[in-house]
């Protein structure tokens, strides 16, 4: 069956380091992949694309990696601050170009 | 810019009323809308998704006759709850697609609706 695996666990890290999420999936052959931002009780708010052919992206302090051999995704941010604090959701294309389909997020905590 | 309104934020009302959700794209024109439910802890589940002036797709699962969506402009759908009960308790939120692009531009969210049904 098609999965995507996103850490559910909270990620607690120090203020100033790097964060890094994964996403994993299986069964799927996505075209690209998305990251979003949710806060408690918002819509999610976009970060950043990948498409299958790129191997990074970068965008201020974001990165995202796409490794379709291993069907991981990473997501960092560097200099972590505690406004970062959220939870991170990867999406990817999936039955068709148009429907995504996104992970259950990891909550990043940012403590200072 | 791609902002994306959804109205109203908070509903609570009476088990068997219908309620009616607008999510509208204020500043670009929205092609394709798309509706998710979220519980708590868990990722979004798409509904359904609307392209302008032509009926939903919903997903396997989602009963249409219940939950009736409308995208009558290329910045307005509506998502209507019809007969509400307390499983239909959620949060409900909706978003946007613009023209240009094609399937891999990202998705504008609403802030989404927290239903509650007594």
């Known amino acids: 069956s098609q999965k995507i695996e996103q850490n559910s666990e909270a990620l607690n890290i120090q203020e100033g380091k790097t964060a890094t999420l994964t996403c994993n999936y299986t069964?799927?052959?996505?075209?690209?992949l998305q990251w979003y931002r949710q806060d408690p009780g918002r819509g999610p708010v976009f970060l950043l694309l990948?498409?299958?052919?790129?191997k990074e992206k970068r965008k201020e302090r974001l990165k995202v990696t796409f490794d379709t051999t291993l069907k991981q995704s990473l997501f960092h941010i560097t200099a972590s601050q505690p406004a970062d604090s959220a939870t991170y959701l990867c999406?990817?294309?999936?039955?068709?170009?148009?429907?995504?389909?996104f992970g259950i997020g990891t909550k990043l905590q940012v403590i200072p | 810019g791609a902002v994306v309104s959804q109205h109203p934020s908070r509903v609570i009302c009476k088990s068997g009323t219908s309620v009616k959700i607008e999510c509208r794209s204020l500043?670009?024109?929205?092609?394709?809308m798309f509706w998710y439910r979220q519980f708590p802890k868990q990722s979004l589940m798409l509904m359904a998704t609307?392209?302008?002036?032509?009926?939903?797709?919903?997903e396997q699962g989602v009963e249409k006759d219940k939950f009736l969506i409308n995208h009558a402009s290329l910045t307005l759908s509506t998502l209507t709850v019809t007969s509400a009960h307390p499983e239909d308790s959620s949060f409900y939120i909706c978003?946007?697609?613009?023209?240009?692009?094609?399937?891999?531009?990202?998705?504008?969210f609403g802030d989404g609706t927290r239903l509650s049904i007594l």
């Open positions: 978003s946007a697609r613009g023209k240009t692009g094609g399937g891999n531009q990202p998705q504008h």
């Open positions: 069964n799927y052959s996505p075209a690209y």
């Open positions: 990948i498409r299958e052919n790129e």
């Open positions: 999406a990817l294309n999936s039955g068709g170009y148009q429907k995504v389909t």
């Open positions: 500043d670009f024109q929205a092609t394709t």
């Open positions: 609307s392209n302008e002036g032509s009926k939903a797709t919903y």
